[in-house]
Each structure stands twice: as C-alpha cells, then as structure tokens.
C-alpha cells in the first residue's frame, strides 16, 4: 500500500518511511490465521491446565493486543521487560531483562508472544528465565523473523512472517520509541534514522 493512498488516516509517520513491507490489512490476516493455529494447537488445555502468555515488552503489545483477542482460552497474561536496542540503536546490545515475570508458571502451559526475531538473543533469554520456573510446556509465538541465520535457527512454533534481514517499524516496533502506533510495518528513510 502506497503511504499516500492510506484510507483514513493520513499517519505523519508514513513520511519518514521508505517503504511498507506489509500493510494492515494483510497483518490483520495474518494474524487471525496465527490465533486459528494456536488456539487449534491448544485446544486440549483446559482452565484446570492453565494457559499464561509471557509477553516481552514493549515491542510486542500491538500484536498481542490484536492475537489474545482471537483466543478462546480462558488465560492469564504475564509482561516482561526486555531491552536489547537502548535509545538510537538499531543493532542488539544484547538484551537484559529490566522487569521479570511476576506470577507462578510452575505446571502451566506457556506461550511467548514476541514482536520479532533478529538475533534470536531475547528468545534465548526468556526461554532459559522461564525453564527455571518448570513450566508443563513451552511454546513460542513471533510476528516477524528476519532472514537471518541467528533468526531461523532459534526454535520458534509460530511465525506471522519472514522478512528480509532490514531494520523495520511500525505495529509495536519502534526507532528510539517512536513509530510503534503506526498501523504499516515498513522500513525507514536513511535521513529518519
Ligand atoms: P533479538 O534479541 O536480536 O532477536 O531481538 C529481538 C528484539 O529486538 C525484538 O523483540 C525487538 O524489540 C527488537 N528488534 C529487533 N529487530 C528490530 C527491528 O528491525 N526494528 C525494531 N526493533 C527490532
Ligand atoms: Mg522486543
């Protein structure tokens, strides 16, 4: 979708893209068919058997806004904080954990919902936080992947899309914070960065 043809709001932000990679509408998609699968996947998991999504702050909220509403499980929802781009990077530091998991997984059935997979450095992270507390399962849920070797060697169950290995925004991800309310997920203009 062309940024000057966007129907109903004209977002200030489509000015400094270069480039939409995947516009709303095929998001909304994707993820409609994303919430299908897991919620096939996990149809077994009863209240009893409960179900906790472990979300990575900050850059997931949008999606997990839009996936845990197409989920018909009764669930709980846990954030954590990671932070691995600080202020104006665009490459991994290597991600810390700034807030940890709050409630009790032990014996729980857990699915990680991240915005996306880069250096897979995050993943890693959390699954090893989370095995400490004994979970009864472990799954994991992206949005994006880069196509990277870091990114598609890093075990993942659900993946919304592959893309190229470029540094992106919109839909939660962000650039020194900013760009995350943009609806699009696209690429910035050298000068924007
Ligand atoms: P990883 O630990 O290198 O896999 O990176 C994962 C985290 O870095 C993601 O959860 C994002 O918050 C952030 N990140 C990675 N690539 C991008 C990007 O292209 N744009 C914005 N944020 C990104
Ligand atoms: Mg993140």
Redesign the pocket.
């Known amino acids: 979708m062309n940024p000057a043809s966007t129907p109903i709001l004209a977002y200030h932000m489509h000015a400094d893209l270069d480039k939409i990679l995947i516009d709303r509408e095929r998001i909304a998609r994707r993820v409609a068919e994303l919430a299908d699968e897991i919620s096939h996947d996990l149809r077994d998991i009863t209240a009893r058997d409960e179900l906790v999504i472990v979300s990575?702050l900050?850059?997931?909220i949008i999606f997990l806004a839009d996936l845990i509403r197409r989920l018909p499980q009764k669930l709980r929802i846990e954030l954590v904080g990671?932070e691995?781009?600080p202020g104006r990077a665009?490459e991994?530091r290597g991600?810390k954990i700034t807030r940890s998991l709050a409630g009790n997984i032990e014996g729980r059935h857990v699915l990680i919902v991240?915005?996306?997979?880069?250096?897979?450095?995050?993943?890693r992270?959390i699954r090893g936080e989370l095995a400490k507390r004994r979970p009864k399962s472990v799954r994991a849920c992206v949005l994006l992947r880069?196509e990277r070797p870091?990114?598609m060697e890093?075990p993942c169950d659900y993946v919304g899309f592959d893309i190229p290995d470029?540094?992106?925004?919109g839909y939660g991800?962000?650039?020194n914070n900013y760009y995350r309310t943009l609806p699009d997920i696209g690429t910035l203009k050298e000068d924007a960065l």
């Open positions: 990575v900050t850059g997931s990671v691995s781009y665009t991994s991600p991240d915005d996306i997979l880069d250096s897979g450095g995050t993943m992270l880069k870091s990114a890093t470029v540094f992106v925004v991800l962000d650039y």
